[in-house]
């Protein structure tokens, strides 16, 4: 005779997610307050459910009953917990992702929402806000987007913002976002082969960036741009060219002498012997001059 048969049968899950979705923020049955962002607006939700999608949010409930003389089983204070640093908008896009597993996002909020979820640890959320930034990349959010991902170590992102830089570069330079990132992440564009932009341009983009970043840290401009320079191709520029950068330079210093002054022993010596050989080497929209031919170490 045959055994009892056994089966795990599973209804609609749109519907099951509509109805999860008639809790987000809703007061009625809620167990815990959230006072959320500048505004202090109140955000209500339910314990079981952040507990047990979340162990940020699990540790966070659970402090309530730490030391406690309460009896077992009995229920933590309702709160409300502050979270004066995050804004609401965001933090409910995180709670909406909690009960749904999905999450409405804009370009406004997506890298804050990234930003969360790599601080509550819900990698799924994570994923979602990259496809996000990914399929909505544009000129003005690239340098955030590239600043974000490098932060929390997100490899795919930064390639692809890195691909997007350079086929607009021209355009990126110019922006706010381009002046705000970090000396360690412009210095890894810097570093590319196939920015599309002249290298007197992109001189004089990363001269720009560093007064903004010295105003910003109260820091000398030299001492600011010191990891991005060195990441600029002086040999490539034509003597003309150079002697203007280097009477230019005597203003603000943003360039050591030395590397000035081993552009134009490139240009003396009719080769690029003396300096790195990836600081000869013209990326994909530098204008062709002349010498270029002599400082290619294949020439004969």
């Given at each position: 005779?045959?055994?009892?048969?056994?089966?795990?049968?599973?209804?609609?899950a749109a519907a099951f997610t509509a109805a999860l979705r008639t809790l987000v923020n809703n007061p009625?049955?809620?167990?815990?307050?959230?006072?959320?962002?500048?505004?202090?607006?109140?955000?209500?939700?339910?314990?079981?459910?952040?507990?047990?999608?979340?162990?940020?949010?699990?540790?966070?409930?659970?402090?309530?009953?730490?030391?406690?003389?309460?009896?077992?089983?009995?229920?933590?204070?309702?709160?409300?917990?502050?979270?004066?640093?995050?804004?609401?908008?965001?933090?409910?896009?995180?709670?909406?992702?909690?009960?749904?597993?999905?999450?409405?996002?804009?370009?406004?909020?997506?890298?804050?929402?990234?930003?969360?979820?790599?601080?509550?640890?819900?990698?799924?959320?994570?994923?979602?806000?990259?496809?996000?930034?990914?399929?909505?990349?544009?000129?003005?959010?690239?340098?955030?987007?590239?600043?974000?991902?490098?932060?929390?170590?997100?490899?795919?992102?930064?390639?692809?913002?890195?691909?997007?830089?350079?086929?607009?570069?021209?355009?990126?330079?110019?922006?706010?976002?381009?002046?705000?990132?970090?000396?360690?992440?412009?210095?890894?564009?810097?570093?590319?082969?196939?920015?599309?932009?002249?290298?007197?341009?992109?001189?004089?983009?990363?001269?720009?960036?560093?007064?903004?970043?010295?105003?910003?840290?109260?820091?000398?401009?030299?001492?600011?741009?010191?990891?991005?320079?060195?990441?600029?191709?002086?040999?490539?520029?034509?003597?003309?060219?150079?002697?203007?950068?280097?009477?230019?330079?005597?203003?603000?210093?943003?360039?050591?002498?030395?590397?000035?002054?081993?552009?134009?022993?490139?240009?003396?010596?009719?080769?690029?012997?003396?300096?790195?050989?990836?600081?000869?080497?013209?990326?994909?929209?530098?204008?062709?001059?002349?010498?270029?031919?002599?400082?290619?170490?294949?020439?004969?």
């Open positions: 005779m045959a055994g009892p048969c056994s089966a795990q049968l599973q209804g609609e009625q049955f809620s167990d815990v307050t959230f006072v959320v962002g500048q505004e202090q607006q109140k955000v209500f939700a339910h314990r079981c459910v952040l507990a047990c999608r979340c162990q940020a949010f699990q540790g966070m409930l659970s402090q309530g009953l730490v030391g406690s003389e309460d009896t077992p089983g009995s229920i933590p204070p309702q709160g409300p917990f502050i979270l004066g640093n995050v804004q609401p908008e965001v933090f409910l896009a995180v709670i909406e992702f909690l009960y749904t597993n999905s999450v409405t996002l804009n370009s406004h909020i997506a890298l804050e929402v990234l930003t969360s979820s790599v601080e509550y640890g819900l990698q799924d959320l994570c994923k979602l806000c990259i496809k996000f930034i990914k399929d909505t990349m544009s000129v003005e959010q690239v340098c955030e987007a590239l600043q974000a991902a490098v932060t929390y170590g997100q490899v795919d992102l930064q390639q692809h913002c890195l691909a997007f830089i350079e086929g607009c570069t021209a355009a990126v330079v110019r922006t706010q976002g381009f002046h705000e990132l970090s000396d360690v992440v412009l210095a890894r564009v810097l570093r590319s082969d196939h920015l599309a932009v002249d290298e007197l341009d992109l001189v004089q983009a990363v001269r720009e960036w560093a007064h903004v970043s010295s105003a910003v840290l109260e820091r000398p401009v030299p001492e600011v741009a010191a990891l991005p320079v060195q990441e600029l191709r002086l040999p490539l520029l034509a003597p003309n060219e150079l002697a203007t950068l280097e009477s230019h330079n005597q203003r603000d210093l943003l360039i050591p002498v030395e590397s000035i002054a081993a552009a134009w022993r490139a240009h003396a010596l009719r080769k690029g012997s003396g300096v790195p050989s990836h600081l000869c080497r013209p990326r994909r929209g530098t204008r062709p001059r002349d010498h270029h031919r002599h400082l290619d170490p294949h020439t004969k």
